[in-house]
Antibody, heavy 118, light 110 residues
């Protein structure tokens, strides 16, 4: 099982960025997927979750209305569209596979750094 | 979605046992059996250790065990080893397909 994030970078406050997460080694379309972030020197924060078929999604209050999670099962890829970025969104963003119990994160990528700065 | 409360640091000598607490509320830790634990080494991704309070995924050492009482979950590491040095995070399902993490506990092997 592997998940690998990409798309991070430096963006100005108010800007947009799209992260991708390429999955392999498992049947991507069978599992929900999460985004979790970690601000520099801080703890983990759950960001968003999408069902295996993309039919429903949920996100944290801190990103509601600004971030959108989506997936393309034909490409085994998860996305996070981030708009109206704020300085406090600066973090390493991890994608994580939903576990067999569907309430935990069993495989994580290495993360991609998003820096929001003027 | 308030973060779960963990002690900032816990330490122990090699061979000893340590326990990390994780306190939440009836809306998360106390309301569900879905507490999980993760280990993170500097600059690395978190590693999955425990799910459903006390279940270990395959490949995780049986030195790691989890439990829960009321709104507080705990992770115990027995037979402490140098490689256990790192930061440990608890996480609880909080209903409505949302999750909340603890602030993390730095474990130091003396």
């Amino acid at each position: 099982v592997q998940v690998e994030e990409s798309g991070g970078g430096v963006v100005q406050p108010g800007g947009s960025l799209r992260l991708s997460c390429a999955a392999s080694g498992f049947t991507f379309s069978r599992y929900g997927m999460h985004w979790v972030r970690q601000a520099p020197g801080k703890g983990l924060e759950w960001v968003a979750f999408i069902l295996n078929d993309g039919s429903n999604k949920w996100d944290a209050d801190s990103v509601k209305g600004r971030f959108t999670v989506s997936r393309d099962n034909s490409k085994n890829t998860l996305y996070l569209e981030m708009n109206s970025l704020r300085v406090e969104d600066t973090a390493v963003y991890y994608c994580a596979k939903d576990g067999e119990g569907h309430k935990e994160f069993d495989y994580w990528g290495q993360g991609t750094l998003v820096t929001v700065s003027s | 979605q308030s973060a779960l409360t963990q002690p900032a640091s816990v330490s122990g000598s090699p061979g000893q046992s340590i326990t990390i607490s994780c306190t939440g509320a009836s809306s998360d830790v106390g309301g569900y059996k879905y507490v999980s634990w993760y280990q993170q080494h500097p600059g690395k991704a978190p590693k999955f250790l425990i799910y459903e309070v006390g279940q270990r995924p395959s490949g995780v050492s049986d030195r790691f065990s989890g439990s829960k009482s009321g709104n507080t979950a705990s992770l115990t590491i027995s037979g402490l080893q140098a490689e256990d040095d790192g930061v440990y995070y608890c996480c609880s399902y909080a209903g409505g397909n949302t999750w909340v993490f603890g602030g993390g506990t730095k474990v130091t092997v003396l």
